[in-house]
Structure formats: structure tokens, C-alpha cells
């Protein structure tokens, strides 16, 4: 099922905000321990999808250009300013804590390279091992969470289910008209380049870095585009 990883990562969300309502008090140093033992396995998992990498020199280029496209658009600044935007519109425009909650939790869920990379990687290889990883990180986000904002964060299950499976579909759809071969190659070096993005944002939750991981999220489609170019040199 080519969408089972973003439903997965739906529930997840909506099982883990309804634990919230029961937990209403998480202490501090428990939440800071599930959030750095989160981090050693979002290392350990872009570790992982680095390996696959057919030419390290691609996805060296493919960073390059990518992150210097992200930092002079500053794409991390923009998607940041979309969650301030609608946390603004909706959120404080709206009674009670249902909207902010929906607003605050949809953002955090679904804007970041996992969920654009996982995406990717379901709809062109069928893989789902990052959107499964990131369901078990966003359990957690929407326990904590939902002590605060309510049953808004659970709602968010629902668009972040709907944002992950049309990127699923469409990287499905566009890799028919891929050539096999060139296909396989594409989806191992956009694996690898995505795998440096994951363990960007491992290490920042770790605190060891503070990389602006949303300017690198351009490598990915930089990698697709250098492999096809490539295809037609061989």
C-alpha cells in the first residue's frame, strides 16, 4: 500500500494526542530524554540512507547547489513565516485552544525535510522507513503537545495524513515516465542526499548543531534533476 506510510504517520499523531488528554503532566528532563534518545535514531537512520549513495560527488554537488538555492531564497525563513502567518490568522482570531492547537500541530507535523523526504521516498522506491521513523517521533510531539493545545493537535492528523499522501502520489506518478534504470539511480542518490538532510536534523536535536535544514530541502530535487541529466551522457 503506497499511502501506508502516511496514514501510519495520521494515526500516530491522533493516537498520541488522544494519550495526551489522559497524560496531562510530562516532566521536563522525561521530555528532554525522549527527545534526544529521538535524535540518536534520526542519526542513526540518515547514517543509513547515506550508504545508498551510488556518487558521493553528486550528492556533494547536489547539497552545494541545493542549500545555496535554500539560502538565497531563504526557505527556511518563508515556511517558518507560513506557520507565524497561520497561527496568527487562525489561531488568535479563533476562541478556545481547537485552532491554534490544529494550526501549531499541522505546522510542526508537516513542515520539515522528513516529511518531504519520506514522501519521496514512499512514492519512488515504496519505501516507507522514514515516514514510519518520523511517525514514531511525531507520537511523541503530539503526546506533549496535545497537554498544552488540546484536541486541535489531534485533528492535525488529518492534513498531515492528506500533505504526505499527495506527495507520495505525485513522485509515484512522475517516476513512470522515468526510465528503470535511471529510476533506481535517481531514487538511491535522492535517498542519500535526503539521508544528509535526516542527520542534520538529528544532530539539531541533539543540540550539536543548528543547521537551517529547510534551505537544504532544494538538494533533494537538485539530485533527481543532476541523475536524469546524467542518463543521457551514458
Known sequence: MILLGALVNGLAII??????????????????SILKAQGLVIIA??????????????????LIVGVTIGEYLKLEDKLNGIGHWLEFKLGDKNAGNISQGLVSGTMIFIIGAMSIVGSLDAGMRGDNTVLYTKSFMDFFIALVMTTTYGLGVIIAGIPTFLYEGLITLGAKGFAHFIPEDVLKTMTKQVSATGGVIIF???????????TRVGNMIPAIFVAMIVIYIMSFFR
Not at 540512507?49 to 556518487?55: E, G, P
Not at 542534520?200 to 543548528?210: D, F, Q, S, V, Y
Open 15 to 32: 493516537i498520541g494526542g488522544s494519550l495526551g488528554l489522559i497524560f496531562t503532566f510530562i516532566p521536563e528532563h522525561v521530555k528532554d
Open 200 to 210: 542534520a536534523i538529528g544532530l539539531n536535536m541533539m543540540n550539536i548543531t543548528k
Open 45 to 62: 537512520l540518515g547514517i543509513q540512507m547515506i550508504s545508498a549513495s551510488t556518487d558521493v560527488i553528486v550528492t556533494l554537488l547536489s
